[in-house]
């Protein structure tokens, strides 16, 4: 037994090759953006040390201030889109929902398997108004509400809501079918004798089921967390981060400045603040799960 | 006193049945429009309203997108990235995942952990980094460099979902069968992979959709477009066909869809199960 499972030929031959692949392509690559964010330049084409020059830089520059104040806007709606409305969700399917339930499940969940791109390719022609309404703005004109009609993701002050509202449409799915689940595996004898103690919708949902999805609530958060802390395909598919940069969002500013600027080291240094940001968000939203245990 | 609840009762049904409904149509409405559109005449979108049905079945939108679009060759890409990527993802994850959790060695749960720093790792993080050795080592614009990285940042989460299924695989089985003569090789081959056939499944499920849609390494590492994927192709898709024909991007967009729709009609609770299966057992 020891020697079949201790065998240290097969041990090696199983972790090695994904150990090693793993540490160039994952690991390897946080420590080099911190090498990198010491210097200026491209590698190979005038690369010099410069210090702590581009960590300075960062606090001055208004255009990664916007970027990080378009994506913290992005984070807190869309989290509390997918979560909130995904919670509601799935009590709506719980308490009020007779028939049909795996058939509206399964509907609900599809949107989560879509490409990305493709979603953003199609709410962007729902937004169109030129050279043909889209959907959303012919549905308006045709119900009487024409002065809503609106160049959706053209302008600066809906841009940001509309690609909220596609990322919340695209993800809401998979977090009520999650807390469905949640909500399924309380058993009905708790729920039944707090009814029958006479306690109201609100009360139910506050003292009992509150308490007993909290976890599933915070997962679900940190999940949405973790994507929306990410954010570049939806608003590369929908408004390429524009107008100007009312939807651009750190990773996609970090693109620019590495990529089509060729500041390789300030692109790194936004790189490695997005990992940190995503690390410290994540732990944070993690403590509120602990704090309830003492 | 016996009417009142009774029409409370009536009142609340009807509500419920209402926001039902709108939800259910807030949700799949978007996709059959998509999927009707693309199959309008580019004069329609002029002479009728964007909701309107389409007035009859013009295919020849596809066929644009299938051959002036380039899809063909997208698809082909996006299919060989991706399953590819998949095989390596499951021969590594089950075999990491078996050594970590049921092998004897010194380091095996330091190991475990290092794998699963990798889950809180964005993407962007390691763009630049990877992009300049992709460049050194002249993989930019092969499938080399995208299936290379797939397959590495598809290791965290997999290892992870294996190693959780393997915990609550008891002891017993593989004892029997070392006892019985069974070497590590044929005891991986014949006893652990077909015990752990769920757990692969959930794997394969998530990663195919996560590598299916990726976006940020294609565009960086793939700039020949004889070897762009879906995503990536979509995405310029307005450019080669101008704003205009909307028929064409709109049967693109339901192309990079339909193959989705499909597995999802046959294979949804496999599906849903794999796809919320890291949030339910992490």
């Known amino acids: 037994?020891?020697?079949?499972?201790?065998?240290?030929?097969?041990?090696?031959?199983?972790?090695?090759?994904?150990?090693?692949?793993?540490?160039?392509?994952?690991?390897?690559?946080?420590?080099?953006?911190?090498?990198?964010?010491?210097?200026?330049?491209?590698?190979?084409?005038?690369?010099?040390?410069?210090?702590?020059?581009?960590?300075?830089?960062?606090?001055?520059?208004?255009?990664?201030?916007?970027?990080?104040?378009?994506?913290?806007?992005?984070?807190?709606?869309?989290?509390?889109?997918q979560v909130g409305l995904g919670l509601c969700m799935a009590l709506l399917f719980r308490f009020w929902l007779k028939r049909f339930k795996n058939l509206i499940r399964t509907l609900m969940f599809f949107p989560v398997v879509l490409p990305t791109v493709a979603v953003g390719q199609l709410f962007a022609k729902i937004y169109e108004i030129q050279p043909n309404y889209g959907l959303l703005n012919s549905l308006l004109a045709n119900i009487g509400l024409r002065h809503l009609v609106h160049a959706w993701i053209g302008e600066v002050d809906t841009a940001l809501g509309s690609l909220i509202v596609m990322d919340?449409?695209?993800?809401?799915?998979?977090?009520?079918?999650?807390?469905?689940?949640?909500?399924?595996?309380?058993?009905?004898?708790?729920?039944?004798?707090?009814?029958?103690?006479?306690?109201?919708?609100?009360?139910?949902?506050?003292?009992?089921?509150?308490?007993?999805?909290?976890?599933?609530?915070?997962?679900?958060?940190?999940?949405?967390?973790?994507?929306?802390?990410?954010?570049?395909?939806?608003?590369?598919?929908?408004?390429?981060?524009?107008?100007?940069?009312?939807?651009?969002?750190?990773?996609?500013?970090?693109?620019?400045?590495?990529?089509?600027?060729?500041?390789v080291g300030y692109g790194s240094v936004i790189a490695l603040f997005i990992f940190l940001m995503c690390i410290a968000g994540s732990t944070v939203i993690g403590l509120f799960d602990r704090k309830e245990d003492l | 006193?016996?009417?009142?609840?009774?029409?409370?009762?009536?009142?609340?049904?009807?509500?419920?049945?209402?926001?039902?409904?709108?939800?259910?149509?807030?949700?799949?409405?978007?996709?059959?429009?998509?999927?009707?559109?693309?199959?309008?005449?580019?004069?329609?979108?002029?002479?009728?309203?964007?909701?309107?049905?389409?007035?009859?079945?013009?295919?020849?939108?596809?066929?644009?997108?299938?051959?002036?679009?380039?899809?063909?060759?997208?698809?082909?890409?996006?299919?060989?990235?991706?399953?590819?990527?998949?095989?390596?993802?499951?021969?590594?994850?089950?075999?990491?995942?078996?050594?970590?959790?049921?092998?004897?060695?010194?380091?095996?749960?330091?190991?475990?952990?290092?794998?699963?720093?990798?889950?809180?790792?964005?993407?962007?993080?390691?763009?630049?980094?990877?992009?300049?050795m992709f460049l050194k080592t002249h993989l930019t614009n092969t499938y080399t460099s995208l299936i290379i990285s797939y397959v590495a940042f598809g290791l965290s989460l997999s290892i992870f979902l294996i190693t959780g299924y393997l915990r609550t695989m008891p002891n017993d089985i593989f004892e029997a069968a070392v006892i019985d003569g069974c070497g590590i090789y044929s005891l991986m081959w014949h006893i652990v992979v077909p015990m752990m056939k769920n757990a692969i499944v959930t794997v394969l499920v998530l990663q195919f959709f996560f590598k299916w849609n990726d976006l940020l390494f294609s565009m960086t590492f793939i700039s020949n477009s004889e070897l762009k994927t879906v995503q990536t192709g979509l995405l310029y898709f307005s450019d080669e066909f101008g704003s205009k024909n909307w028929g064409a991007i709109f049967a693109s967009v339901s192309m990079s869809i339909l193959p989705m729709l499909f597995l999802y009609i046959f294979l949804n609770k496999a599906i849903i199960e794999g796809m919320t299966s890291g949030a339910v057992k992490g």
């Open chain 1, 168 to 263: 919340i449409w695209a993800a809401i799915g998979f977090h009520a079918v999650i807390l469905y689940g949640a909500i399924l595996d309380i058993s009905d004898d708790v729920i039944e004798a707090a009814a029958i103690d006479g306690a109201g919708s609100f009360q139910l949902f506050r003292h009992i089921l509150a308490p007993l999805l909290r976890p599933m609530i915070i997962t679900c958060l940190i999940f949405s967390f973790s994507g929306t802390v990410k954010m570049f395909e939806s608003a590369k598919a929908l408004t390429g981060g524009g107008p100007g940069n009312a939807t651009k969002s750190l990773s996609m500013y970090m693109y620019d400045v590495a990529f089509n600027y060729n500041k």
């Open chain 1, 1 to 81: 037994m020891r020697k079949v499972l201790g065998n240290k030929q097969a041990i090696a031959l199983f972790v090695l090759p994904a150990f090693i692949l793993y540490t160039i392509v994952v690991i390897a690559p946080i420590v080099i953006s911190f090498y990198y964010s010491f210097f200026s330049g491209t590698p190979g084409l005038k690369w010099e040390f410069v210090g702590m020059k581009n960590f300075l830089r960062l606090f001055g520059d208004s255009r990664f201030l916007d970027a990080l104040i378009v994506n913290l806007r992005y984070i807190g709606f869309v989290m509390i889109g």
């Open chain 2, 1 to 132: 006193m016996k009417t009142r609840p009774h029409k409370k009762i009536k009142f609340h049904d009807i509500l419920t049945k209402v926001i039902i409904a709108l939800i259910l149509i807030v949700d799949v409405y978007p996709i059959f429009w998509l999927l009707t559109a693309s199959i309008k005449k580019n004069s329609e979108w002029v002479e009728y309203p964007a909701y309107a049905l389409p007035r009859g079945f013009y295919w020849q939108n596809y066929v644009e997108a299938w051959t002036r679009g380039h899809m063909a060759t997208f698809f082909k890409n996006s299919l060989i990235d991706t399953l590819v990527s998949l095989v390596f993802i499951v021969i590594f994850s089950t075999t990491v995942g078996f050594a970590v959790v049921k092998m004897d060695w010194k380091w095996k749960s330091a190991v475990a952990k290092y794998f699963q720093i990798g889950i809180m790792v964005p993407v962007a993080t390691a763009l630049i980094p990877l992009y300049q």
